[in-house]
């Protein structure tokens, strides 16, 4: 996809009070795109810090705390410093920030393909319709099962995406209920089932999936695969 023209970025974001929106931000970083329809795609990364969810599974929690404040302009240059149009914002929980509405707009009106990696625990209405939403719905054994806000399945459409950790075999009962229930795969573009690592072996999942014929996407973490579990990779 051919860059688009630069724009004059003080025009695309308000900045109150003479002052820009800012973030905290993680981890900024090029990788490959591990799991949902865009697997294995070159992919911008911008991590935001902190998350309202403590999932037993998580494989980033040094995404918890700490960070580093970046206005949404100086993310836009950081995104034009590698050779690729896909964006991944991912977390922690990236809408627990306010501002990352506003980071969004700006790399969608400057021409990138946008996807938010979400736990579903927060609403998803705002979120610019251009994105790519890749949402989560917690199984009971992510811990978090209580925050699921299934409200949010109405704002989904093809484009999105709804993933499901599966950890054990009564979260896999769980999950395909809520596939049935929820008539899900008519819902969204894709259902991903994934086994969560070390819990659950990936066998036992495709075996399942296949027995019972579900229509659903069969998936395993590509970047846990080749980097295990490497910050900013």
């Avoid at 911008?46 to 100086?74: A, H």
């Avoid at 993310?75 to 969004?104: S, Y």
């Avoid at 790399?107 to 609403?123: F, K, P, Q, R, W």
């Avoid at 009564?170 to 929820?182: F, G, H, I, T």
Wanted: aromatic share 8%; proline share 5%; charged share 25%.
């Amino acid at each position: 996809m051919t860059s688009p023209e630069k724009l004059n970025l003080a025009k695309i974001i308000p900045e109150p009070s003479g002052s820009e929106p800012l973030l905290k931000i993680t981890e900024v970083f090029y990788s490959l795109q591990g799991e949902s329809l865009s697997v294995g795609l070159p992919t911008t990364f911008i991590r935001l810090t902190g998350c309202p969810l403590r999932c037993g599974y998580c494989d980033t929690t040094y995404s918890f705390r700490g960070g580093k404040s970046y206005s949404v302009n100086q993310l836009l240059e950081k995104a034009d410093g590698f050779n690729t149009r896909h964006i991944c914002i991912t977390g922690g929980e990236p809408l627990a920030q306010k501002n990352v509405h506003g980071l969004i707009q700006l790399l969608c009106d400057n021409g990138y393909s946008v996807s938010l990696e979400t736990s579903g625990a927060m609403d998803v209405g705002l979120v610019d319709k251009r994105v790519s939403i890749v949402m989560d719905l917690k199984t009971p054994g992510s811990g978090e099962l209580s925050r699921n806000l299934y409200n949010n399945i109405a704002h989904l459409a093809d484009k999105d995406q709804i993933k499901f950790v599966i950890c054990n075999r009564e979260d896999y009962l769980w999950a395909r209920k809520q596939v049935s229930d929820r008539d899900l795969s008519q819902q969204v573009g894709a259902v991903l089932f994934s086994a969560s690592v070390d819990e659950l072996p990936f066998r036992d999942l495709a075996d399942w999936i296949l027995e019972d014929q579900l229509p659903v996407r069969f998936q395993m973490q590509l970047h846990k695969l080749i980097w295990n579990d490497e910050p900013g990779r």
